[in-house]
């Protein structure tokens, strides 16, 4: 069954740094999210991107943050300087279209020192 | 805001017994709400998922009932087996974005 791949699985860096979390979502998806999930709560929403743009974003996804889809496969999720905060779970997922469900990945774990 | 609320936090629950989870939501627009269980080390994969036109909906063991006047759903799980052991999130979506319940830890012991 195809499945959203997301890489690294953990990323460690220093506060300040940016850091670039990459997916790629199933190959006839149309729509592509990326939620967070700190350590003990709830997955929170940060972005939607549909047709090359973002269609939708959290309070979460401020200007330090950023999503890029650079080729018709990879999607990515760019944060310019980290903060402490930041440390958390984030997923990629992506669907066929609307009405259809949402396919999560397994998570890169960030870490920021 | 808190868009839905998830009860109970935890249960532990004896194999072949039932596991009940509640959701509340507050906002009427939701559309669409569905279940994700998730083991450790990974994402959430859908379970099963509903609309509000249906009161109930049953997938094998798994079966979600719908109150639309009281804005609430749950998530019964027949027959638990140890490897339902998980967290079990609701959530519902209007459009895009999923929100998300609290989460639930299921411990089904044998």
């Known amino acids: 069954e195809p499945e959203v791949t997301q890489t690294p699985s953990h990323q460690v860096t220093q506060m300040g740094q940016e850091v670039i979390l990459r997916c790629v979502p199933i190959?006839?998806?149309?729509?592509f999210y990326w939620y967070r999930q700190i350590l003990g709560q709830k997955v929170e929403f940060l972005v939607s991107?549909?047709?090359?743009?973002?269609?939708?974003k959290s309070e979460i996804f401020d200007d330090q943050f950023s999503v890029e889809r650079p080729d018709g496969s990879n999607f990515t999720l760019k944060i310019r300087s980290t903060k402490l905060e930041d440390s958390a779970m984030y997923f990629c997922?992506?669907?066929?279209?609307?009405?259809?469900?949402?396919?999560f990945g397994d998570g890169t774990r960030l870490s920021i020192l | 805001q808190q868009q839905v609320k998830q009860s109970p936090q935890s249960l532990i629950v004896q194999k072949g017994g039932i596991s009940i989870i509640n959701c509340a939501y507050e906002?009427?627009?939701?559309?669409?709400f569905p279940w994700y269980q998730q083991f450790p080390g990974k994402g959430p994969a859908l379970l099963i998922a509903?609309?509000?036109?249906?009161s109930e909906k049953k997938e094998g063991r798994f079966t979600i009932s719908f109150n639309k006047s009281a804005k609430q759903f749950s998530l019964h799980i027949m027959d638990s087996q140890p490897g339902d052991s998980a967290t079990y999130f609701c959530?519902?979506?209007?459009?895009?974005?999923?929100?998300f319940g609290a989460g639930t830890t299921v411990t089904v012991r044998a």
């Open positions: 190959s006839n998806h149309l729509y």
């Open positions: 959530a519902a979506s209007m459009g895009d974005k999923l929100s």
């Open positions: 509903i609309r509000p036109d249906v």
């Open positions: 906002n009427t627009a939701f559309d669409y």
């Open positions: 991107f549909y047709n090359n743009e973002i269609s939708e």
């Open positions: 997922a992506s669907r066929e279209d609307v009405g259809q469900p949402q396919h």
